[in-house]
Structure formats: structure tokens, C-alpha cells
């Protein structure tokens, strides 16, 4: 099947029917009756099995930054079905230790949902990550739902859907979700509903978020007291998300302005999925200003840096290459055939 079609098809699959908005009463409800139950059944949790999943998260987490949401994965989802699922039916000797199980049983069920959408997988990303804010919600951990929030507008915006993106993001910046969570949390959830505020046309919401984004990851230093689940978000990760928002507000140079200083500040290497997709998106706005020299050669530092890489949103920029390279084949020379011809061999390895 065509992978363009294929990707169609998965997009489409992704529903918007089953989008879920915790409200408060719900939350609290949770909760309470997280706190009631008892269980006599399955072994003794303790805090090292609470350190294992968590061990086990950072390495799949960190996995998934080099090598994209595609490797991995089925070892991180066959890891929950099994070991996570029979610490969740444990016997916990205190409240504490069953809500740090319930965090980390969480964040690694985030994590399933984001290489899901990472691979493109919607449908399977939209179910996992509910699983995940539904266990935040037994661990009463608020900033891991704002974090779950985030990336769930995201994958909507992604899909193009506005309204839906900001009714997640803005539920994600509320209340505690926001007010509890750690500055560099505060960040990552603050540009992503300053993307949602652009989308949905709302360009001074949007602005007046980034600058907050902005102030919060300012204030984040080194040997604050943050979730492991923060560990990639930095200054190239807030310009990255600052360029899609200027994209959208069609400030195509600000853009990128942005773009360009996260590649400059990223560490490639452990980062490397991520890195290819801001060259791919570097080089979109490029040649929408009309600077087809320049894209051709961010593309191919794009091409280049995905060897190795499993992404279906890298792959996705590889699409939109093509498609915005197809006015100038047959007039645009050797260089430009052999990027058309390296991003179509890209294309043709999608299985």
C-alpha cells in the first residue's frame, strides 16, 4: 500500500468522539476511590518495584529521543501488560507507595501512547494515552495529567483539529495541573497551548503564552526537584514549539529564527528523532519564503540525520518534502533530483 495512504488511513482512524476532558468532580471521585480500595490479592509492592518501572521509563524514554517512537516499542507495551499490570494489583504497604506505583505506572503508559503517535499509530496513541491520565488520576498526580494533556493537543493539532487541541490544552494549563507542576513542566505546557491559542486564531492569547512559556523554563534550574519525565525539554525543545507557533501565525521568519536556534542549541545525537524533524520543518518554512536553496540543503542535513531513526512524524516531514519540491522538478538540477530521489528511497522503506 502507498505509505502516504497508509498514513492517511491512520490519521483517520483517531476519534474525535473519544476524547476525554477530566473534570473536576471526576477527578475527585477518582481519587476517593483509589484511596477506599484494599486489595489481599498478588505480591508486596515496594519502593524498588516502584524504581524499576520508573528505571525501566527513562530508558525507553530515552530510546525513543534517538531512535524514534518505532523501536521499542512493543518490548515497552508487553512490559506493562505484564510486570506494571501486576504491581497495579498488588498489596502496598503505605498510600504513598501506591500512588508512586500509580505515577509510574502512568508515565510509562504516556509513554506507550507517545511512540504510538510518534509511529503514527493514532488510534492505539489516543487509547494509551487515557489508560495513562486515567492511572494519573488514581495517583491524584496532577502535573502528570497536564503533561498527558499537552501531548494529547497535541496529536490533535497534528490531525487538524483546532478546537479540540485547545479545549485539551487549556484543560492541561488548569489548576493544579499547571500551578503544581515544576517551571520546566510549566514551559512545556505552556508553548503547546500558546500552538492550540494560534491555531485557533487567537494570535495575542498566543503570543502572551510563549512569553509566559518563555519566564517559566527561565526559572527552571538545575537540581529542581522535577519529574525524570521533563529530561528532553530544554531551550531547543521551547524554540521548536515557538517556531510552529509563528509558523501558524504566519510569521515565517520568526519562525525560522526559531527553528534554526533549535537545531543550534539541540544535542543531536541522544536527541536525534526530534532533530531531523525540526531540519524537516526548518526547511518547509524555507521554501514557503521562497528560499529553495537553503530547504534543499536543511533537507538533506534532514535526510541525513534519520538514518536509524523510526518516526512516523519524521517521516511525515519526508512526505511534505516531496510534495513541496514537486513545482521545481525537472528545472531544478542534479542537487535537486538526487534529495527528490534520497527522500523517495526514505518513503519506500515504510513497511
Known amino acids: 500500500m502507498d505509505p502516504e495512504r497508509r498514513r492517511t488511513l491512520k490519521g483517520a482512524a483517531f476519534s474525535l468522539a473519544g476524547i476525554f476532558l477530566p473534570s473536576d468532580r471526576w477527578w475527585q471521585q477518582t481519587v476517593t476511590n483509589a484511596q477506599k480500595r ?19 521509563t527513562h530508558l525507553l524514554s530515552q530510546r525513543e529521543q534517538r531512535r524514534g517512537g518505532g523501536d521499542g516499542r512493543s518490548a515497552l507495551v508487553a512490559y506493562l501488560r505484564t510486570e506494571v499490570a501486576g504491581y497495579l494489583g498488588g498489596r502496598f504497604p503505605n498510600q504513598q507507595i501506591r500512588q508512586e506505583m500509580f505515577t509510574a505506572a502512568g508515565e ?13 499509530d493514532h488510534a492505539l496513541a489516543q487509547k494509551w494515552l487515557d489508560v495513562a491520565l486515567r492511572l494519573s488520576a488514581e495517583a491524584d498526580d496532577a502535573p502528570l495529567a497536564g503533561h498527558i494533556l499537552r501531548a494529547q493537543a497535541h496529536q490533535a493539532l497534528d490531525l487538524g483539529h483546532p478546537v479540540q487541541a485547545l479545549q485539551l490544552a487549556e484543560t492541561s494549563v488548569a489548576h493544579r495541573r499547571y500551578t503544581d507542576a515544576s517551571p520546566r513542566e510549566r514551559s512545556l505546557l505552556g508553548v503547546v497551548h500558546a500552538r492550540s491559542q494560534a491555531a485557533a486564531g487567537r494570535k495575542q492569547q498566543a503570543i502572551a503564552a510563549l512569553l509566559r512559556a518563555e519566564d517559566d523554563l527561565r526559572h527552571a534550574e538545575p537540581g529542581d526537584a522535577e519529574p525524570d519525565r521533563v529530561f528532553f ?19 515565517l521568519r520568526g519562525a525560522e529564527r526559531e527553528f534554526q536556534r533549535s537545531v543550534r542549541t539541540r544535542r543531536a545525537q541522544p536527541f536525534a ?16 519564503r521562497g ?7 536543511t533537507w538533506s542535513h534532514a535526510l541525513d540525520a534519520m538514518q536509524g531513526v523510526q518516526s512516523g512524524r519524521a517521516l511525515d516531514t519526508v512526505v511534505q518534502m516531496r510534495r513541496a519540491l514537486s513545482p521545481y522538478r525537472g528545472r531544478g538540477g542534479a542537487a535537486l533530483a538526487n534529495l527528490d530521489d534520497r527522500a523517495r528511497t526514505v518513503i519506500s522503506r515504510v513497511r
Do not use: K
Open 233 to 251: 525539554f530544554s531551550e531547543a525543545s521551547l524554540a521548536h514549539e515557538t517556531a510552529r507557533t509563528l509558523q501558524v501565525l504566519g510569521d
Open 108 to 120: 510509562l503508559a504516556y509513554l506507550a501512547g507517545w511512540t504510538s503517535f510518534d509511529s503514527s
Open 38 to 56: 484494599n486489595s489481599s490479592a498478588g505480591w508486596h509492592v515496594g519502593p524498588d518495584d516502584v524504581a524499576a518501572v520508573r528505571d525501566m
Open 291 to 297: 528560499a529553495v536553496d537553503a530547504a534543499c540543503t
Open 273 to 288: 528523532r526530534t532533530h531531523a524533524v525540526t531540519l524537516g520543518l526548518l526547511g518547509s518554512v524555507q521554501i514557503q
